[in-house]
């Protein structure tokens, strides 16, 4: 990898802007940049298709939201990049969003999921004439339920949804093609932050279906999903519930906890591993050892000047001190980082203990949170963070709510991982403070909802996705993107780099919770675009300029 990184630099880059939802409802975005990445390292290391050139997808998280990806592409192009295409995309409204702003920029928009038919209708040309994509619709979802309704004899069908106003289209459509089939139905919407308001739909379902089958059809997000799945333990429905959804979904996710603790791991692993993370760190530990030979008094001082009421919002100190330039140079950075994430806070220690940094600077800024040492909050759960990352700096870890006396005795929950320097030695903790209207798990609030007796409660589960797969007679033959590869071979290659990260050790893009269903798209997109681009360069004759500029 690295000797092709060094041929392939010298080359022109063909970057292929892609916002993907990294986090948000639906972060299965973390499963395309690594088919992605894999499959432009590939291409780029062949060096057939675009021989002089590298293909580069530039990401960013849309978070599934329509507004935010429209702002990212928007963004992007304002600043004058030449982007030879629209790629990423995985959440349906997004796309619609995204696909109408590409057109009136007359930017190639190849989306890498985006299934939907009803609501938005991207099966529509005349509304959506350029948008490609490879997600395939789930309308048989229909078809599916008609012949296991006919098999299992079922008669009514309940469909539940999250809030009205984002799912009522969609859930108005299925129930009226339901009907259409000879089903009877009925709809019924739960606000995901209302744990009350979902057990009443699953108590009202357990008093309407005594002695019936129960078909549930869910449309909403996975949150929503796990929480009615524990609230038809809490209220005492029987096991045997018919749970119905369409769509790609995390794997085997009902067997884990909610997605957004993983998305902070993976974040912190991410940063630990970045080159950013390192040079922020080591600005701010060597103007911190520089400050003054008595740490107490670097420690007094840097209260007085930072720990006041402004908080985050003070950017710059007057001084000659070199933390002053460390602080103007890196604070914007990580506040903006809090802010994107929902952090309640951000902080740097060094292998002493001492809180070199943070992003809000209450009066834990500046002290000692070794164990051993005499810091007034080493024993606090930021404490134990700092001591659980030293102990084991390659893991990410986490620490329990329980109140934190900076924050004003609000319970704080806290993620932390090692520093390591460039020759691999330990030189502090990184670590964030979770904000207080973080949500956990409803396992971990509903005692009866273990994760066990909640993938017994699913049992028997049915999912309608729309999947492609090569015939039994192609699996095996040389791909026309990828030669040395087969679908067979490619697809395992592709289950080996999500465990292991691409290249193999990266830890900043190892997936932990892959969504499998689709893994390929992303890659074949990706070939898509490498073969479009050579079409009209090879043999339209267009210049790389006219292709980044239409």
């Not at 939802?21 to 395309?32: F, I, K, R």
């Not at 009350?196 to 089958?213: A, D």
């Not at 040079?279 to 400050?291: G, I, L, T």
């Not at 026309?480 to 490619?490: I, N, P, R, V, W």
Request: with cysteine; net charge negative.
């Amino acid at each position: 990898y690295f000797g092709t990184t060094t041929r392939t630099t010298t080359m022109m880059s063909l970057e292929i802007l892609a916002p993907i939802p990294l986090t948000g409802d639906w972060p299965a975005g973390q499963t395309m940049r690594l088919a992605a990445q894999l499959a432009e390292g590939l291409i780029n290391e062949e060096q057939r298709i675009l021989p002089g050139f590298m293909l580069k997808h530039v990401f960013h998280d849309d978070k599934c939201n329509p507004s935010k990806g429209s702002q990212i592409v928007l963004s992007e192009m304002s600043s004058g990049n030449t982007y030879i295409a629209l790629g990423g995309g995985g959440c349906s409204k997004v796309c619609a969003q995204e696909s109408a702003v590409a057109s009136s920029i007359r930017l190639p928009f190849l989306s890498y999921e985006c299934p939907a038919d009803v609501d938005p209708q991207l099966s529509d040309t005349a509304a959506y004439p350029d948008l490609t994509r490879m997600g395939t619709v789930t309308t048989p979802v229909t078809d599916v339920i008609r012949k296991m309704g006919d098999e299992y004899g079922w008669k009514h069908i309940i469909i539940i949804s999250g809030e009205r106003g984002q799912y009522k289209a969609l859930a108005d459509e299925r129930m009226q093609k339901f009907k259409d089939l000879g089903f009877t139905s009925e709809y019924k919407s739960a606000e995901e932050a209302d744990w009350q308001s979902i057990q009443t739909v699953m108590s009202e379902i357990k008093e309407s279906t005594k002695g019936k089958n129960r078909v549930v059809f869910f449309i909403g997000t996975e949150r929503l999903f796990r929480k009615l799945i524990c609230a038809s333990i809490t209220e005492g429905l029987q096991k045997g519930i018919a749970w119905v959804t369409e769509g790609t979904w995390r794997h085997e996710w009902w067997t884990k906890t909610d997605h957004s603790a993983p998305q902070h791991r993976q974040w912190l692993a991410e940063d630990a591993s970045r080159s950013q993370l390192h040079q922020a760190f080591d600005e701010f530990k060597q103007s911190w050892d520089e400050y003054d030979t008595n740490v107490e008094v670097t420690r007094a001082a840097l209260q007085k000047d930072y720990a006041t009421a402004q908080k985050d919002a003070l950017f710059s100190v007057e001084g000659s001190e070199s933390y002053h330039d460390a602080h103007r140079t890196w604070h914007a950075v990580y506040r903006k980082i809090l802010y994107d994430r929902g952090y309640y806070d951000i902080f740097f220690f060094d292998a002493n203990g001492d809180l070199i940094y943070s992003v809000y600077k209450e009066s834990d800024y500046a002290t000692n949170f070794k164990a051993t040492g005499n810091g007034p909050w080493k024993d606090s759960g930021l404490g134990n963070a700092f001591e659980a990352a030293m102990a084991s700096p390659d893991k990410v870890h986490y620490i329990d709510w329980k109140p934190y006396g900076p924050s004003g005795g609000a319970p704080a929950a806290f993620f932390a991982t090692g520093i390591k320097d460039k020759d691999g030695v330990l030189v502090g903790v990184y670590s964030i403070q979770l904000p207080p209207e973080f949500e956990r798990s409803i396992e971990e609030l509903q005692p009866q909802c273990e994760l066990q007796i909640m993938a017994e409660a699913f049992e028997g589960a049915v999912n309608v996705a729309g999947l492609g797969r090569p015939t039994d007679e192609d699996l095996e033959k040389p791909l026309d993107c990828f030669k040395s590869h087969s679908a067979k071979s490619l697809s395992a290659l592709i289950d080996d780099h999500l465990r292991t990260g691409y290249p193999a050790g990266n830890t900043a893009n190892q997936v932990a919770d892959p969504y499998y269903d689709i893994k390929s798209h992303a890659v074949d997109a990706t070939c898509a675009i490498a073969k479009t681009v050579e079409h009209l360069y090879k043999t339209k004759g267009y210049s790389i300029q006219q292709i980044q500029k239409p």
